[in-house]
């Protein structure tokens, strides 16, 4: 396996609760590591931009609206096959659905509050790293 890199945030509704903490442990002890993070208060232009995928989505306007509610964590992590190790500790988008013992099992409030974000492919975690990251932010 090859040691490749992730993009996780952890969500307004986790930084509320004061988890930033918690859920980075729970990364930390599946095998990744944080290579860059910040706290940063996410524009309506930054939230419209990043979940642009998302925009003719019906839940598209609810989603912007909950992503600029709070702080967020943007994270960049690395480890080996980094994006699949970040979604098996994520567990399912649906915390109903979701192992015992993942972030969103353990912490998730709704399938809309669901604590974290993390890459789908490697390809869209490069996106996504470059759109809150300057390369010279993340260190290893």
Do not use: C, W
Not at 21 to 35: I, N, Y
């Amino acid at each position: 396996m090859a040691v490749t890199r992730t993009f996780s945030i952890i969500k307004p509704d986790a930084t509320r609760r004061n988890l930033t903490g918690a859920v980075t442990k729970m990364l930390e002890e599946a095998g990744l590591r944080v290579v860059a993070s910040k706290r940063i208060q996410m524009t309506r232009k930054q939230a419209e931009g990043f979940y642009a995928v998302h925009k003719e989505r019906p839940f598209f306007g609810e989603l912007v609206d909950f992503m600029i509610s709070g702080p967020v964590v943007v994270q960049v992590l690395e480890g080996e096959d980094a994006v699949k190790r970040n979604r098996d500790v994520m567990g399912a988008t649906n915390p109903a659905d979701a192992d015992e013992g993942t972030i969103r099992k353990t912490y998730a409030e709704s399938i809309e509050a669901n604590s974290v974000h993390g890459s789908d492919s490697d390809e869209n975690a490069k996106i996504e790293i470059d759109f809150f990251f300057n390369e010279d932010e993340i260190v290893g």
